[in-house]
């Protein structure tokens, strides 16, 4: 009966957690901690203690922290492109709400973790002149990424009406990553959404053709 | 010849180092390294190294490192009202240059150090989660000064006409400095004015009157 039990039910840890798992694992936690505290004063030892990983295993997988460290810029770099997918490219509803929906998920997640974790393109971007100078370029690419994506939208807004026909877009999109990360930096600062709140109105007033009336 | 020499020179370092000059070197060194590290990852070695000042010295003046921080954050804060007071309270020119001209100051300011120091306030206000909890109020007490002061500026401008009536000059005040926060993180990834030509090109842009023509 035992022993039927167990063939039923998941498998032991040990046979699931092959070579992917504990990257993914490592992954997990290194995100956690740097979107959190940055990645100077992240050390690799918290970062294994948490992910339960022996330090010879992690190199096993990454060659040094920087490595391990561009990857994380990576893996969250595509997490939140598949974020900003799900809510700005959803033909669902109106671009703007789409917009609005995104920032409102945005919101909880910081609530969720009590403002302690920001942004972590944000906050290796601040820390950037103590970082590994190969960070840089990768930074940039995901800011790029976000921008192009939250102009397509603002494009769409402008083509239904939704926004004002005088305002560019991509130039636009880039305010708003601009004044999103100094909004992030704010509210986690104050402990509150309110920062996120104010910019976010604001941004989205403005662009409204009616503003202008 | 040779004492002649001596006395008529600068007194030698010893007799000038008193407690205001020691203390004053700290603060300089600390800001320098913590305008360009942040807190968490500056430690107090490097520090007391460039300020050429003995660990057994340090304790006279601050009690811990946290204490240090703590006058360091105020450092910077009296240091930048004073710039600030210096631009936004000139009567020499109009209110809205007043604000063109210590975004100018910033802009040099952040090219003279090649993009490697930003906002020491902004810096910690990201790190917030990896702080000691006592600097929260403080930081928060001089972004509400820096925003207080804007206020003043911007209520001015609407005065003489040269912003537009609907506008609220504390909230704009608030705008601003999320916006600009974020410009100089940006401005710190992409080791560029560009991003903080843009966000104050656009905000000092929809203050005016006629934007809305």
Chains 1, 2 share one sequence.
Do not use: H
Request: hydrophobic share 40%.
């Amino acid at each position: 009966m035992e022993s039927l039990k167990r063939k039923r039910g998941r498998p032991p840890r040990a046979d699931r957690s092959g070579y992917e798992d504990t990257r993914q694992r490592l992954i997990r936690e290194g995100l956690a901690v740097l979107t959190e505290r940055g990645y100077s004063y992240s050390g690799l030892d918290g970062i294994l203690r948490r992910a339960q990983v022996p330090k010879g295993s992690f190199y096993y997988y990454f060659s040094n922290k920087e490595d391990f460290g561009r990857e994380l810029i990576q893996a969250y770099g595509r997490y939140f492109e598949a974020k900003l997918e799900g809510y700005l490219d959803a033909g669902d509803r109106p671009p703007l709400a789409r917009l609005e929906a995104f920032i409102e998920d945005a919101k909880a997640g910081m609530r969720r973790f009590e403002f302690r974790r920001g942004c972590l393109i944000g906050n290796l971007g601040q820390e950037m002149a103590a970082l590994p100078e190969s960070f840089r370029a990768l930074l940039q690419q995901v800011f790029r990424d976000w921008e192009a994506r939250t102009a397509r939208c603002l494009a769409e807004a402008q083509a239904s009406g939704e926004m004002a026909a005088g305002l560019d877009p991509e130039a636009m999109a880039r305010l708003f990553w601009i004044g999103w990360e100094g909004a992030v930096l704010r509210a986690k600062l104050d402990q509150s959404t309110e920062p996120l709140d104010a910019f976010a109105r604001d941004f989205l007033l403005r662009l409204r053709p009616q503003s202008l009336a």
